[in-house]
């Protein structure tokens, strides 16, 4: 599962031998109005044909494999970049949860890429702008809002028990100081499955077949 409005095709540099594994990609669609985050992860549920599936997700991706993970037998779930509860959140995010700050956050801007491309200046900012062009398909402002408000209010407050988590010890969404219990991944940012491939094409097969 990608994150926040991304697409599966960040994940178009993982590749899980073809003979142990079956991959199932899966994308975010348009969530009903006011659906909680579990019923949302109640209907993704239904694009799982298998039983016992290990899911994996990136970082809202991950929040919501979890979630997942309370409507169907899993046997293991693995989160990249991503959080175990909202412990973990940093403080800016607990903030915007106190103030309802997240309201104020400009998501049409966000769905028009067009736009955002006009109004970045210089090098570094055209660069993430293209990235965001290329990965973040999902721009539909009604998931947009429904999105950045079921991440910032969470409600699991208490990890999971068997959850894998992978964290990049550069991640600036998620920094690796408010969380626990985590496989480190040097100079790993919150965009690692698309730079860190390697690493992840090669230990995650022994992550998801131990027992």
């Not at 985050?37 to 694009?47: E, G, N, V």
């Not at 919150?190 to 860190?196: A, L, Q, Y």
Request: glycine share 4%; aromatic share 8%.
């Amino acid at each position: 599962m990608p994150g926040l409005a991304a697409s599966s095709s960040i994940f178009e540099n993982i590749h899980l031998t073809e003979d142990q594994f079956e991959v199932i990609l899966l994308e975010w669609f348009i969530p009903k109005s006011k659906e909680s985050l579990s019923d949302y992860a109640k209907r993704m549920t239904k694009k799982i044909k298998h039983k016992n599936p290990v899911l994996i997700g990136v970082s809202f991706g991950g929040i919501l494999v979890q979630e997942m993970s309370q409507h169907i037998s899993v046997r293991k779930t693995i989160i990249i970049s991503s959080v175990k509860s909202n412990k973990e959140f940093p403080k800016r995010m607990k903030f915007a949860k106190r103030t309802l700050a997240y309201k104020l956050i400009p998501t049409s801007l966000l769905s028009n890429i067009e736009l955002l491309t006009k109004l970045t200046l210089g090098d570094t900012a055209n660069k993430r702008v293209k990235l965001y062009e290329k990965y973040l398909s999902m721009r539909d402002k009604k998931y947009l809002d429904w999105a950045l408000e079921n991440v910032i209010l969470w409600k699991c407050d208490k990890p999971l028990k068997n959850v894998i988590h992978i964290h990049g010890d550069k991640d600036e969404v998620f920094p690796p100081k408010n969380i626990k219990e985590f496989i480190p991944i040097k100079n790993g940012t919150h965009v690692m499955i698309i730079n860190k491939y390697k690493w992840l094409n090669e230990n995650l097969p022994k992550l998801i077949l131990e027992n």
